[in-house]
């Protein structure tokens, strides 16, 4: 069974700074995590990408948060980090993070994607 779990939303303040992390863990079986992503949905938005990290280890951010938010994971840990600085009130979302993970190995190895439960964000202008 596969879990990601999030924390750090909240409420802050425009300016202000918030870092959001997810623990992946998975019990019964090996696993390798090969991509991490974070993603958003604002009221009435659909779900859209803000930052990832490639199987290949390339970070890639959408514009509107390039220069604010950081993206970073530590696999020994099985954890993923968005550092989100300079904060605006259209940031204000429910976060999710996204992880894709290979369980098993050899001839029984089976990969998807997975999803946190989703944090809520609020940016108060």
């Known amino acids: 069974q596969v879990q990601l779990v999030e924390s750090g939303g909240g409420l802050v303040q425009a300016g202000g700074s918030l870092t959001l992390s997810c623990k992946v863990s998975?019990?019964?079986?090996?696993?390798?995590?090969?991509?991490v992503a974070w993603y958003r949905q604002g009221p009435g938005q659909q779900r859209e990408i803000v930052a990832e990290?490639?199987?290949?280890?390339?970070?890639i951010y959408t514009p509107s948060v390039k220069g604010r938010f950081t993206i970073s994971k530590d696999y020994a840990a099985n954890t993923m980090t968005l550092q989100m600085n300079n904060l605006k009130a259209e940031d204000t979302a429910v976060y999710f993070c996204?992880?894709?993970?290979?369980?098993?190995?050899?001839?029984?190895?089976?990969?998807?994607?997975?999803w946190g439960q989703g944090t809520q964000v609020t940016v108060s202008s």
């Open positions: 996204n992880a894709r993970i290979t369980t098993g190995w050899g001839r029984t190895a089976a990969v998807d994607n997975y």
């Open positions: 990290i490639t199987q290949r280890g390339t970070t």
């Open positions: 998975v019990s019964g079986s090996v696993f390798h995590i090969d991509a």
